[in-house]
């Protein structure tokens, strides 16, 4: 179809001739190479067939290799590897035998057999990559059949692990003490078998590098990336910092701060803006209640800082403990800005109210004032003294209240211009207090000018008034009106206005002092003097009276002292004599109470022992009634002193009486010792005769022993313990009268039972030989 004309249309035609002629040429090619290619498509379909049965044959081990699925059989991956590699093997020879008639169809058709050859390449890829997969995957599950294994210990120990880091994570803490300490080991547990799969994960891996390096390459990246996914795993699992005791001792570290942090935020959420609203006193009481909570809340915000501030080295090496202190660093810092912002206006609030209810009457008291220290002036001195002090007091106290409401008032204007005390506050409450402060200013300054003034008019008047009083009492005693007192009228001046009797010494001083013109009288014009000079008397007669009465005291003391030393002497000469007619009747003893001595350390009871016995306890009711004498005459002797305070009388009668009593003592003792030495005369007497019986029955038992055989062993071992008893008593009891005898005759007859406890002694080893003789019997035949 030529398109142009005129001269273009011929060359048109040519065009078409030539394309149609390619076509045909083109359709001619593909006649003949569908023609050679025929076998070659044969082929291509048997290698399909083949290549699909492969991959049917080695899907379990693809869909396995896919989800790391290691259940499959070994008999069943046998069977699998078998059928794979047959059908593999056959299909490889007939893609090569397709490809080697591809190859034959010629170059011309080499074109128009590019897919099949890309079939051909496609199949023979796909069929390697089963024949691989089914030839690796032995390898990769006996390594994963392994590491599966490590991993579900990982794993438990993750498991375990995660409700205690999780409350680590979150700070929300439920554990008690007793539950912490039985989860303890069901961690330490965990932890141990994580550990040791670890290090087995570890090892295998190791041991099975040469046969991964064996897997193919196919197989070899996702097998790797397995491998290194469960170390990592393992590894997370059992990571420095999350041992059970690091975790154990975070948990009971951070649950009192936590406790502690979770106590404050309620305390400080529970605070609310305070509200300036009322009396000052109404706002002061809840500012101070309000300040209160306050203090509370800040007391935890120390006590969480002291907790934060103590944290042991251990803790802060625990990862989740170190997130849980970081967030409670920044809970307790919220809380602490929280508090200081609610904090901030409390004292504000106060000083504005405590101005405003301050300042409110000060401008009315001011004006007050200012007008009472103008009248002061115009008063008689008798009013105007009091009327000035009046005015003094009154100016005080304002003067007082105006310096604090300037003070505060300046501390309350710098708060309502702070952002907090503008919205706290308007502006119509800082002109008030500004207003306050000027008025109190100027209080400051009219009162600190008054009251040198009023003090100075009070002066004058009190001077005034004195002097009218002075006159009027001089008058008052000036009984012959002549305008001087004399002798006479100077003492009634004395007695009345100083409640003193004069004496001529005091009333010569008196006028003296007074600048009398004579000895005799004081004028009037010298009342103020006289009234000075009064005073001085006064003192003067005080003090001379004071020091006669202590110069009595002493006196009275002395004589006290004297007569107590002179009782004390004749005390001391009883106690003398006393001691001596006791030292006679214990003389009249001594000789019985030696012989006795002499004779109760024999072994036996003997004639001589008995006969001393009686003797010395013939003499028993004498020295006891003696001893009774002397301690009831040393008594009354020292009872009849007359108690005293004083410490030179008391030093005396000491000094005196200590060493006479203390030799008295000693009398006394010595005769009392014969009670003692007669007691244990008696006891040792009865226990002579205790100690006698029981060595014969130790005698006799012990003989009784030696005899013994299998049959009576048993009867005399029983004998023998309780002999045992026996003679363990009988010791015992000896050593208590030997103490008690040591005590009664104060250490003089210390051996009177030594010979008892020497024989009681031998007769306890006689025992003890006794039981060894009856265990041998056990052993001898009755024959």
Known sequence: GSKGKGKGGGGGAQTSVQMANRKLTEVQGLIAAHKAAAPVAKLIA????????AAKAGEPVTKAVEEWDMSLEDEALEKISEEVEAAVNTASEKIKEAQAGAVAVGPQFARYLGPARARLASMDKGNKDVAEAVRGFPVCKTLITQLQACLADGEAVTSKFAPILEELKTTKFTKTAEQLTALEPELKSAWEKGTTASAEAKKVIQSSA????????????????????????????????????????????????????????????????????????????????????????????????????TIPVEVNRVPPAREALTAGRARLATSSRTLTQLKQPVDGMVKVAHVLELGAPLE?????????????????????????????????????????????????????????????????????VSTLITTAEEGVKLFNTGIPKAKALQYTASRQVETARMKATFEKYDKDGDGKLNSEELKAYAKGEGEVDLAEGDLSTLIRSSGGLTEDFVPLEHSERLSKALRTVVIQIKQRKEKERLAEEKAKKVKEHTEFVAKVKEVGEVLVKKAEEATVVADGVAEEVKALIAVMGSKDITDELKSALAAAEAKLPETTKAAKEFADAIQTAISSLPETENPLSKNAQNLELKPKEAKANAVKKKIEQLGGVVATAKAKIAMTGAVEGVETKVEALHAKAQECNSQTAEGVLKEVQELREAVAESIKKCQVQSREAKEATGGIDSKAFAELMRRLTTSSRLVSKAMMAANLGKKKDPA
């Open 364 to 432: 009315g008291k001011v004006s007050e004032n200012r007008e009472g220290l103008t009248k002061l002036a115009a008063l008689e001195p008798i009013e105007q003294e009091k009327a000035c002090a009046a005015w003094q007091e009154m100016a005080a106290k304002g003067l007082a209240e105006c310096k604090e409401v300037v003070a505060s008032g300046k501390a309350a204007l710098a708060f309502l211009k702070s952002e907090v005390g503008k919205k706290a506050y308007g502006e119509d409450t800082e002109g008030k």
């Open 210 to 309: 040469k046969e991964r390096n064996q897997v193919p390459v196919s197989l070899q990246k996702k097998l790797n990336k397995f491998v290194a996914d469960s170390l990592k795993t393992l590894e997370q699992a059992c990571r420095p910092g999350f041992d059970p005791a690091s975790i154990v001792k975070a948990y009971s570290v951070l649950q009192p701060i936590f406790a502690s942090l979770d106590k404050l935020e309620k305390s400080v959420g529970a605070l609310e803006p305070l509200v300036p609203e009322g009396t000052a006193k109404e706002i002061t009481e809840k500012a101070e209640a309000y300040s209160e909570k306050c203090t509370a809340a800040q007391e935890l915000i120390k006590e969480s800082q002291a907790q934060l501030a």
């Open 46 to 53: 048997e290698a399909e067939e083949l290549s699909e049965k």
